[in-house]
């Protein structure tokens, strides 16, 4: 392993392996990446993730950074399999209120260059997805080039070029701290020795926050579980055991749901449930009720006190504000929290932002500020959901 290099990338996942990339691409090249997991499937997010890529956004930036992603994935393969499959996305309507928002999220698509897309009737819906049931839908939004990113083989394929340009790659290496002198990072320091260097960037995922406690350096994330299931073979699905996707993915956003076709199986996430906050080392998607295992004592602990923080859903009193994202949230005085996700509520005719705050602020009802360009603007917790609160119309 190099024991001087100009850049350390700590994490060989999808986000370390990209930014070793695209330094090389800019002529960085003195670069050492190191992971404490086995390359490429090094345990986090990436060797699990579902690998959904939809491209449309209200946010220009985020979508045209989606849209440069599947541009790039397309391009790659890993020993001729390839890193993505263009099988195209579907976002359906039940209420004509989400075919008002499915009309408008086309027009972001329009805008931003988000080439071939379009709305569909009910029929045309279930023609590329013949499992939806036509009565339970208005039509949907499509997508042809949205698809299903091969993680763990995109981060190979991206590693492997990086390589030829001279970047180097290093697994099963724990970060152990950093040599940090006058302000600034010297060196880190691994379980096979130091590496002196003059820049370090951290793309450790949930593993995040604890490399940054080591260099004295906040890193605000949160580690939660969420749901996902795979069903048992289909028999509408036999004739596609084997092939990785045909289907265009699938999401049903009034209810929180997406979906993705795996040979002669679905996988079903939801995100409409109590965030369940883990600090990274403790453990994620992890079954309590398992036998017992190393880590598990503090789980139960954590879980005992309580959750220092929660996802709070809040609304602006303004119809007219909007923010992107990131901004900071403020209560009493000082800064709480920062927004982690933003958007237009078309069906409720205000802007939304989520944000983690303290739990004593996660009450329907609290008052906060969002700073936004120097301005302050007012938000009030919410309950969810936002829409149809009593299911009034999903039940009718």
Partial sequence: MRDRVQVVVVGAGIVGTSA???????????VLVVDQGPLYGTGGSTSHAPGLVFQTDGSRTMCRLAQYTVKLYRSLDLDGEPCFYPVGGIEVATTPERMEELK??????????????????????????????????????????????KAVRAANALARRAEARGVAFEGS???????????????????????????????????????????GVPIPLAVLQRQLVWTEPLPELASDAG??????????QDMSLCYRQRGDRYAIGNYRHEPILFEAGLGFVVRMDKDDFQGKAALEAKRERGMARRLACTVFDDPADVVMGKEPVWSDGRVVSYVTSANYGYSIGRGIAYCYVPTRLAVEGT????????????????????????????KA
């Fill in 104 to 149: 408008r999220r086309q027009g972001f698509a329009r805008s931003y260059g988000l080439e071939g897309s379009g709305l569909l009737t009910a029929g045309e819906t279930v023609e590329r997805i013949p499992l939806i049931d036509p009565s339970a839908v208005l039509g949907s939004y499509f997508v042809p080039t949205d698809g299903i990113a």
């Fill in 20 to 30: 070793a990339y695209h330094l090389a691409e800019l002529g960085v090249t003195d």
């Fill in 173 to 215: 290496v724990t970060v152990t701290g950093f040599d940090i002198r006058e302000g600034r990072v010297r060196g880190v320091r691994t379980d096979r020795g130091d590496v002196a260097c003059e820049q370090v960037l951290v793309c450790a995922g949930i593993w995040g926050p604890r490399l940054g406690r080591l260099a």
């Fill in 243 to 252: 092939e990785e996707v045909r289907h265009p993915i699938l999401r049903h």
């Fill in 367 to 394: 008052l906060m500020d969002v700073e936004y360009f120097g301005r302050r603007v007012l938000a009030t917790v919410t309950a969810e959901p936002l829409f149809d609160p009593r299911g009034e119309r999903m």
